[in-house]
């Protein structure tokens, strides 16, 4: 091979080289579905209140949605004892997470979970938090009043579920901040 044509060859392979794994970063992200949800942390105050409007003990399980720093599931663990699963889009978020749970040392109370909240099996829980948007707590709405049992309580930040009226709306003192609560009833919402 002339030394040009060899020369051509090994500039080729190195810009595949160097141009690869940008490709696999963008073809993971095209790929992916859409955000429900810009990451904004709920205030822990807020959070409080969430956990103690679902009445969160002992025995429950708390599903958190696009759970970020995992605060909310931490704070169920540590400070009522219940079981936790955080789910987040973003596998830095749920990094960060993990390593939140562990500095709190409740690390065997919670798991986190890279899963887009479209997917998951939420029918273990008895509570499920959320801080998405109005149009993704109504995507949402269909899957979790078909998953889960009656009695099950959801608690969102701010954002609404359309005709579905709360059971308890409440706006948390010093804040801007809204809280609804409904209770799964058997009834599939579309």
């Known amino acids: 091979m002339p030394a040009r044509q060899w020369l051509l060859a090994i500039g080729a392979l190195a810009l595949a080289l160097a141009i690869t794994p940008w490709l696999v970063v963008g073809a993971r992200h095209s790929a992916a579905p859409a955000k429900l949800a810009p990451f904004v942390t709920t205030p822990q105050d807020v959070v409080e209140r969430m956990l103690e409007l679902a009445q969160v003990g002992p025995h429950d399980i708390v599903y958190d ?16 004892g219940a ?3 955080g789910v987040d889009f973003d596998p830095q978020r749920v990094l960060e997470s ?9 690390e065997d109370l919670v798991e986190f979970r890279d899963q887009d909240a479209r997917t998951v099996d939420v029918s273990p ?29 959801i608690v969102s930040h701010k954002f609404g579920m359309g005709d579905w009226r709360p059971e308890r709306t409440e706006i948390v003192p010093n804040t801007d901040s809204t809280i609804y609560l409904w209770r799964a009833d058997g009834h599939v919402r579309p």
């Open 65 to 80: 949605l696009g759970c970020g720093d995992g605060r909310l599931v931490i704070t169920a663990a540590k400070k009522y």
């Open 125 to 153: 829980a008895t509570v499920v938090t959320l801080y998405l948007l109005n149009s993704s707590n109504l995507e949402l709405r269909p899957m979790l009043t078909r998953a889960l049992k009656p009695g099950a309580r």
């Open 83 to 85: 079981h936790g699963v």
């Open 98 to 106: 993990r390593a939140n749970a562990k500095a709190a040392g409740v």
